[in-house]
């Protein structure tokens, strides 16, 4: 491909992307899977350049762009060599304009500047592990690091594919972001415990859990995602996590399928859908996406699932609620509205090596942590 042809597939692809994020559509990475499936004259030095020139045009953006054409005159704008490639040869984009429209360049959507702004979501997000410490093992990962904070956390260099490493498939180590580590360990789960971890996905942090129980006790695993939920079990086996017991939940009516749980568990785990404002910096055109109407609909369902797991835990225990956001609203104000509806709980400290004091709980951010951002609870219920 011409430089020319990689600027105008750019350009292709950036207008899927925008229009995937409108809809609730694909993913930008799935859209360039696929662009490139069905384009195989394409060689990788071809895939990596317009890979790199989609990604730089989403960064830029805060707000979702008018067009891709509008993204990528944007970035040209500090990219003399870019803007070259706008010249109307075969293939390529045809030439600039006067007065064209050209995508702003922000951080963080306009809407959300005031509560997002210089908290590091652009920065380029690390590829953390974590060790498992239920298998042992050799671990020679080779460039791999200590992450600063969490104490089972390794640091990849850039690019390392994990699921061909040997210490991946024989469950040695996990992919996980050091914040999540972090948030798992504010969870405090500890060996005999019963555990509910009710919006377990695909088992990220009920893996975590497990170990630090040392697979002793028992997790209830539950989602009301049957695709994710269903991940779980061969992570589990790999990871060699006996004691996780998956619950499929009827979104709505969670309570239906945990009767037997009311009021016996040690710890429930809340890890909530989120508007994933902390992860905007592995995937940017989820800036995109989020809408006001969005977020007040997931603050409601993170809300409701809060009064769900409050009647599972039994007096004394505790109530963990997590986000990957920075949102007060989904953070430290939600768990501040769940105290003030709940007589009698009451906030735990929450004890890690990072983050910062947010209210009842504390927050990691990309900018002061080096983590995914993440805002974390401890609620104890009354005796
Ligand atoms: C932040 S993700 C969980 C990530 C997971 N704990 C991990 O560590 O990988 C939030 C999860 O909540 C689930 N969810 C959404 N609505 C739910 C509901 N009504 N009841 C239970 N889970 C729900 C989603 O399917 C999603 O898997």
């Not at 075969?90 to 030439?95: C, E, Q, R, S």
């Not at 017991?245 to 785990?269: H, K, Q, W, Y």
């Not at 809300?303 to 956001?325: E, K, M, N, Q």
């Amino acid at each position: 491909m011409t430089p020319q042809a990689r600027a105008q597939a750019a350009i292709d692809i950036l207008d899927e992307v925008i229009a995937a994020a409108r809809d609730a559509g694909a993913a930008a990475d799935v859209i360039i899977q696929r662009y490139f499936r069905a384009r195989r004259y394409a060689g990788s030095k071809d895939r990596r350049a317009v890979r790199e020139l989609v990604y730089a045009a989403i960064r830029r953006s805060g707000e979702r762009p008018e067009s891709g054409r509008a993204a990528l005159i944007g970035l040209a704008e500090g990219d003399p060599a870019l803007a070259a490639l706008f010249d109307g040869s075969v293939h390529g984009p045809p030439p600039i304009a006067a007065n064209e429209t050209s995508a702003e360049a922000a951080e963080v959507p306009m809407w959300l500047r005031d509560k997002l702004g210089g908290l590091g979501l652009l920065e380029r997000a690390p590829l953390d592990l974590r060790i498992n410490r239920l298998k042992d093992g050799p671990i020679a990962i080779e460039g791999a690091e200590p992450t600063p904070h969490a104490p089972d956390g390794l640091r990849l260099p850039e690019g390392t594919l994990v699921d061909t490493l040997p210490e991946y498939e024989a469950g040695l180590v996990e992919v996980q972001d050091e914040g999540s580590q972090l948030v798992t360990i504010a969870c405090a789960a500890e060996p005999g415990m019963k555990v509910v971890d009710l919006c377990a996905g695909a088992g990220g942090k009920t893996l975590g859990l497990a170990a630090a129980m040392d697979d002793r006790g028992i997790i209830f695993a539950c989602d009301a995602d049957r695709n994710r939920l269903s991940r779980l079990a061969p992570r589990a086996e790999r990871a060699g996590v006996t004691i996780a017991e998956t619950r499929l939940l009827d979104g709505g009516r969670e309570i239906m399928a945990l009767g037997d749980l009311m009021g016996v568990a040690d710890l429930v785990v809340v890890d909530a859908p989120c508007s994933g404002t902390g992860t905007w910096r592995r995937n940017p055109e989820a800036r995109w996406r989020l809408t006001p109407e969005r977020l007040a609909r997931v603050v409601a369902l993170q809300s409701r699932l809060l009064d769900v797991a409050a009647r599972l835990v039994r007096p004394g225990g505790t109530l963990v609620h997590i986000v990957c956001s920075l949102l007060d609203e989904e953070g430290a104000g939600q768990a501040e509205a769940f105290l003030a509806r709940h007589p009698g709980w009451a906030a735990e400290p929450v004890m890690l090596p990072a983050g910062t004091p947010r209210g009842p709980g504390l927050r990691l951010t990309p900018a002061t942590d080096g983590t995914d951002g993440f805002f974390v609870a401890r609620l104890k219920a009354p005796c």
